[in-house]
């Protein structure tokens, strides 16, 4: 099973600032990784895919990048909505699905 | 619109039944895989199940295998999850989730996701 670590587990920083988020992986997934964004209260939702790809209504401050074992989500600069819980995500070890712990970005 | 909405959540016992039921709309339901996602309090993700648009291929997490299924009812566009014998680790929020993919086994990503269902497990 791949494992996915998440670092920080907590990121604080002000809205106009950019956010640089981590997720390593325990083996190399090529560029089989997805993020998404968890709004409290709300449900999680799609943000990157295949790395570097963004989902259908993203705004363009948000980029993913790497492949292998270390891959990146970029906040280029926080607006007051983006600070939220965003998880990577991985499936090319079937099954099951791993998800990271989480990045909580908070003001 | 793509839109997933879950019911079915309850108050249940330890070692009871229920049925979390998902209506899709908004796309075409039997091209895509679907899953449910689970997600305890204050906790992070947990996939639990996985379904092919074929209705065959079905996958989930060693820790439901024999006590959960999973299905789907294409004339009604709805995802169901049957849960038995449920434990107290089982309390969670439910999500049903669209695939990108037709395929479980496809590293594609979960596209959509619905607000969810809550399962309380407890006497």
């Known amino acids: 099973e791949v494992v996915l670590t998440q670092s920080p587990a907590t990121l604080s920083l002000s809205p106009g600032e950019r956010a640089t988020l981590s997720c390593r992986t325990s083996?190399?997934?090529?560029?089989?990784l997805a993020w998404y964004q968890q709004r409290p209260g709300q449900p999680p939702r799609l943000l990157i895919y295949d790395a570097s790809k963004r989902a259908t209504g993203v705004p363009v401050r948000f980029s993913g990048s790497g492949s292998g074992t270390d891959f990146t989500l970029t906040i280029s600069s926080l607006e007051p909505e983006d600070f939220a819980v965003y998880f990577c995500?991985?499936?090319?070890?079937?099954?099951?699905?791993?998800f990271g712990g989480g990045t909580k970005v908070e003001i | 619109e793509v839109q997933l909405v879950e019911s079915g959540g309850e108050l249940v016992q330890p070692g009871g039944s229920l049925v979390l039921s998902c209506v899709a709309s908004?796309?075409?339901?039997?091209?895509?895989?679907m899953h449910w996602v689970r997600q305890a309090p204050g906790k992070g993700l947990e996939w639990v199940s996985g379904l092919g648009a074929n209705g065959r291929d079905k996958y989930y997490i060693n820790s439901v295998r024999g006590r959960v299924t999973i299905s789907r009812d294409e004339s009604r566009n709805t995802l169901y999850l049957e849960m038995k014998s449920v434990r107290a680790e089982d309390t969670a929020r439910y999500y049903c989730v669209k695939d990108q993919s037709s395929m479980v086994t496809i590293p594609a990503a979960f596209e959509y996701w619905g607000q969810g269902t809550v399962v309380t497990v407890s006497s």
């Open positions: 995500h991985h499936r090319i070890t079937w099954p099951p699905v791993s």
């Open positions: 908004g796309f075409t339901f039997t091209n895509y895989a």
């Open positions: 083996q190399s997934i090529t560029s089989s």
